[in-house]
């Protein structure tokens, strides 16, 4: 399977963006997707994980409340809508793929998508 990330751009903080990341590749299905960010300086950090169904999802503390993962299995996409942004969540934003349960560190994902900047101004 190969990731693409977009829907990164700049936005006022109390703001909200969807991302997306399309997924080719006829496996897409099979596995756990998650949502990750790395801001300037600071390692990568988990967002959010769903699993093949779409039934059951993880958050991290910082995204729970205010972020959604979702999958379109059809499509090959998974999405992350954030809402009420703040300037904490500048940063850019990587979908990946795995098959450990709603992982949540990056090496037990196998496959990385290139990123899409998300800046949040204050």
């Known amino acids: 399977v190969q990731l693409q990330a977009s829907g990164g751009g700049l936005v006022q903080a109390g703001g909200s963006l969807r991302l997306s990341c399309a997924a080719s590749?006829?496996?897409?299905?099979?596995?756990?997707m998650g949502w990750f960010r790395q801001a300037p300086g600071k390692e990568r950090e988990f967002v959010a994980a769903i699993n093949w169904s779409g039934g059951t999802t993880k958050y991290a503390d910082s995204a729970k409340g205010r972020f959604t993962i979702s999958r379109d299995t059809a499509k090959n996409t998974v999405y992350l809508q954030m809402n009420s942004l703040k300037s904490e969540d500048t940063a850019v934003y990587h979908c990946?793929?795995?098959?450990?349960?709603?992982?949540?560190?990056?090496?037990?994902?196998?496959?990385w998508g290139q990123g899409t900047l998300v800046t949040v101004s204050s």
């Open positions: 990946a793929a795995g098959d450990v349960y709603l992982a949540t560190t990056a090496g037990e994902y196998d496959v």
């Open positions: 590749g006829r496996t897409f299905r099979r596995y756990i």
